[in-house]
T-cell receptor
Framework: GAVVSQHPSRVICKSGTSVKIECRSL??????MFWYRQFPKKSLMLMAT?????????EQGVEKDKFLINHASLTLSTLTVTSAHPEDSSFYIC???????????FGPGTRLLVL | AQSVTQLGSHVSVSEGALVLLRCNYS??????LFWYVQYPNQGLQLLLK??????LVKGINDFEAEFKKSETSFHLTKPSAHMSDAAEYFC???????????FGSGTRLSIRP
């Protein structure tokens, strides 16, 4: 089946720095990808929809200048957490709709810890 | 707008007992409904999905769910719980299988020996 990868799987950074998380569809093309955030022992919150060739669509309450999304190609979307703060520490998960099967594939997630 | 409500943040059952995890949805259009499982420190795994075909949906690991429009429910069941079923379960709703998905708050399933 289709696979979505994320890199890195885990990252620790200092407060004030920026962190880039990559989401790749490995064997299919994805014109749309979704970014979710999951707090410890909480549900997944949709942050934004990443659109290849156009601007991302952010959910209400998500700071687009804080969480920069770039859908550079049909297989890659990146989420950059700018000027990270400890409250940005979370589990970030991306997903992409499969091009053949009527389903959506989730990446394994990236755990971000901001010190 | 779409939303899901999962009743019970924590459910505990004995090994071999019936598992029932409750989910109610709200949608202005015919919904696509999903159940996902998340094991500790891992990503999401799709258990099953409802896409307007059969109302009784069978998934992996003997899980199944029934779509009941009159009750706006999509409860997840398994006849006999295994220790390996202990995980977090999320009910979710979307406009299609390819659209953004809105997740419920999750239910943590514990299995007693």
């Amino acid at each position: 089946g289709a696979v979505v990868s994320q890199h890195p799987s885990r990252v620790i950074c200092k407060s004030g720095t920026s962190v880039k998380i990559e989401c790749r569809s490995l064997d299919f093309q994805a014109t749309t990808m979704f970014w979710y955030r999951q707090f410890p022992k909480k549900s997944l919150m949709l942050m934004a929809t990443s659109n290849e060739g156009s601007k991302a669509t952010y959910e209400q309450g998500v700071e687009k200048d804080k969480f920069l999304i770039n859908h550079a190609s049909l297989t890659l979307s990146t989420l950059t957490v700018t000027s990270a703060h400890p409250e940005d520490s979370s589990f970030y998960i991306c997903s992409a709709p499969g091009d053949v099967e009527e389903t959506q594939y989730f990446g394994p997630g990236t755990r971000l810890l901001v010190l | 707008a779409q939303s899901v409500t999962q009743l019970g943040s924590h459910v505990s059952v004995s090994e071999g007992a019936l598992v029932l995890l409750r989910c109610n949805y709200s949608s202005s259009v015919p919904p696509y409904l999903f159940w996902y499982v998340q094991y500790p420190n891992q990503g999401l795994q799709l258990l099953l999905k409802y896409t307007s075909a059969a109302t009784l949906v069978k998934g992996i690991n003997d899980f199944e769910a029934e779509f009941k429009k009159s009750e706006t429910s999509f409860h997840l069941t398994k006849p006999s719980a295994h220790m390996s079923d202990a995980a977090e379960y999320f009910c979710a709703v979307g406009y299609s299988s390819a659209s953004k998905i809105i997740f419920g708050s999750g239910t943590r399933l514990s299995i007693r020996p």
